[in-house]
């Protein structure tokens, strides 16, 4: 009897004695009951989840202690989940400032990131991020519309049956979801591809999402019911507290209790999109026309002043008639936020009087930033300035410390991750993203990376003529932010044109100075920067941006053990920094600075692109990450 023996007990020992009847019964009962798992394991994993929860219920009410891997300890097996996703809502211009209900009810009460990205700028790519955890470079839905973006391509590239909502349902969750989902969502699409992993959806479908009078629906897969004259944000608050009514009696508060994921997704403050393509003013709610009058964009360092590369660099200062029409476009958006912020409110209310507060997680996020005057740009996003890719993200939970802050960089893959983690979920390939900690203590460490491969689109009246949408081509790039707790916060680019960025965020938040030499005369192919220093530590963050460039699962989340693998310092080296149990020898950038590290960084090739084009083609940029480039010692 070899377990016995494994644990310094004699088999004679057990032998010796006849087994009593009760033993015996069990036995049988526990083989019977291990068979039964096995069945429900391989054929209905759902029952299987709510056994486990039955069971770890039972384990603590009889006192013993149950193990949980997820991020955050829960004393119940799986939470609920309510998403609130907005679209097109930056940080930058302050409008969190005017969601008072948003504060009270989910900042005051959780924790809000300051650092939180998205992986594109741009509604469809971010989106897909979310849903998949994935970065786009390996989702490959890298716009809003064909060929290269749309849900078309979300369900061609597999992922439609393969996202969040089926791996939540598998691990025993009831999903629901009203509002935008993403680009390209249409009555002939879904007709084409059925959405999958919904146990009820309630979708904003084209061409009407964008109308804030006149969106259209369609639940379930049926035909699309318009709402003329009803406001959408208004509409997706009926419909959201309906279906949390539902998911709340799901809840019986016992062993077979049904957990769920909620997902709300209005459209404000995103412009309107008439059905000619062209972006208008967004609209707000009855009664809230003449809110915040004579209220300004924040004239924050960089609004309406020169900067950036490719075609940014050379934009004209905004004049006095498109200053004041974004000063009303920003106006517009912060009475939009007004109804959303109401939803906000209904919806924590609903689950707070429920009684289900302490077993859920309230999110608040948007896909992707927005610029409104920076760099003397019209309104718009897609490009790879702090305006476009910072977003907000505030979540209250179990566990989370209520009014803290987190300034480690994050992504939308980490969110994605971090779901799937509280949900017991698993997904069925890589995900790129990291589980966040919700540590207060966090030192702000971190990096993540910012793609793009199309063009850019200018929004609003001056933005439009002769009636197609005006776009800026040459707006391919890879960029990277880089932090290194308070001595380190960098951003580092590299665009199609062959031009350079970098900016310290440290000492240019605004990103005013780029510190990287641009020489014309060279074809901007080149890799100078203003001092040698500087230089030097380009060369490491361009490294860092070939490995994220191509990186898929755990590389993603630690692309410091791809250039430094474990144990790939000389005998020499390993006297002064030795790794440990097989970890990489380089953690962090700090660690990358070491002057012993020059000549290998100064060594390797660095990032280019062969041309621009539209979408993204990896044989188009080079190196591409592989082990030979890694680090083997001085």
């Not at 955050?72 to 996703?85: D, G, T």
């Not at 009555?187 to 061409?207: N, Q, V």
């Amino acid at each position: 009897m070899p377990y016995f023996k494994d644990h310094g007990l004699q088999s004679s020992t057990i032998s010796a004695k006849r087994s009593p009847k009760w033993l015996n019964r069990l036995k049988r009962v526990s083989c019977f009951l291990a068979l039964a798992f096995i069945i429900l394991w391989t054929f209905r994993p759902e029952l299987m989840h709510r056994c486990q929860k039955f069971l770890a219920g039972l384990a603590l009410s009889l006192g013993f202690q149950v193990g949980v891997s997820n991020a955050l300890a829960s004393p119940y097996a799986q939470p609920n989940i309510v998403l609130i996703i907005t679209d097109d809502q930056d940080v930058r211009t302050d409008n969190l400032l005017y969601m008072p209900k948003l504060q009270k009810h989910v900042a005051e009460q959780g924790m809000s990131f300051e650092r939180f990205y998205a992986p594109v700028s741009l509604c469809c790519p971010s989106r897909v991020s979310l849903l998949t955890g994935q970065f786009a470079h390996n989702h490959n839905v890298t716009y809003v519309s064909g060929p290269f973006g749309g849900y078309p391509v979300f369900c061609k590239n597999g992922y439609n049956g393969e996202s969040l909502p089926s791996f939540l349902q598998d691990a025993g969750y009831a999903t629901y979801y009203t509002g935008k989902l993403m680009n390209g969502l249409s009555e002939p699409a879904i007709k084409a591809c059925p959405t999958k992993g919904w146990t009820y959806a309630d979708f904003l479908i084209d061409p009407n999402a964008y109308l804030y009078y006149n969106a259209s629906f369609s639940a379930n897969g049926d035909p699309a019911v318009n709402y003329l004259g009803e406001y959408q944000v208004d509409v997706i608050q009926e419909k959201a507290s309906s279906l949390l009514q539902t998911a709340i009696s799901g809840l019986k508060n016992d062993s077979w209790s049904t957990p769920f994921f909620l997902g709300i997704a209005p459209t404000a403050p995103h412009l309107e999109v008439q059905f000619n393509g062209s972006f208008t003013e967004p609209l707000p709610p009855p009664g809230d026309e003449h809110l915040f009058d004579g209220v300004p964009v924040p004239r924050n360092p960089n609004y309406n002043v020169h900067g950036g590369v490719s075609w940014v660099k050379d934009l004209p200062e905004l004049n006095e008639t498109v200053v004041e029409y974004i000063d009303h476009v920003y106006r517009q958006r912060l009475r939009t936020l007004q109804s959303v912020d109401t939803l906000v409110e209904t919806i924590v209310q609903q689950v707070e009087e429920a009684g289900i507060a302490d077993n859920t997680y309230i999110i608040y996020v948007a896909d992707n930033g927005y610029a409104l005057g920076s760099h003397r740009r019209q309104p718009g996003k897609t490009l790879p300035f702090q305006e476009d890719t910072l977003v907000p993200f505030i979540i209250r939970g179990p566990g989370i410390p209520s009014n803290s802050r987190n300034d480690a960089v994050h992504s939308m893959t980490d969110l994605a991750a971090t779901i799937l983690d509280v949900a017991n979920a698993s997904a069925s390939y890589p995900v790129d993203g990291r589980v966040i900690t919700f540590d207060v203590e966090d030192d702000g460490s971190g990096h993540t990376i910012v793609e793009f491969w199309n063009a850019a689109l200018e929004e609003g009246i001056y933005a439009f003529s002769t009636g197609s949408v005006e776009s800026r081509d040459n707006t391919t790039y890879r960029s990277i932010r880089a932090v290194d707790g308070d001595e380190h916060a960098w951003v580092y680019g590299v665009w199609c044109t062959g031009e350079r960025e970098l900016y310290d965020l440290k000492t240019d938040p605004y990103e005013l100075t780029n510190l990287a030499l641009n020489s014309p005369s060279q074809e901007f192919d080149s890799f100078n920067f203003s001092t040698p220093s500087l230089t030097s530590l380009a060369s490491r963050l361009d490294a860092l941006l070939v490995v994220l460039k191509t990186c898929v699962g755990e590389v993603c989340r630690d692309p410091w053990s791809a250039v430094f693998p474990a144990n790939s310092t000389d005998p020499a080296e390993q006297k002064d920094q030795a790794p440990v149990g097989g970890q990489s020898p380089v953690t962090r950038l700090s660690d990358a600075l070491s002057p012993k590290y020059d000549a290998y960084f100064e060594s390797l090739p660095k990032f280019k692109y062969e041309k621009c084009q539209f979408g993204y083609f990896e044989d188009l940029e080079s190196p591409k990450w592989e082990d030979g480039l890694a680090y083997k010692g001085a």
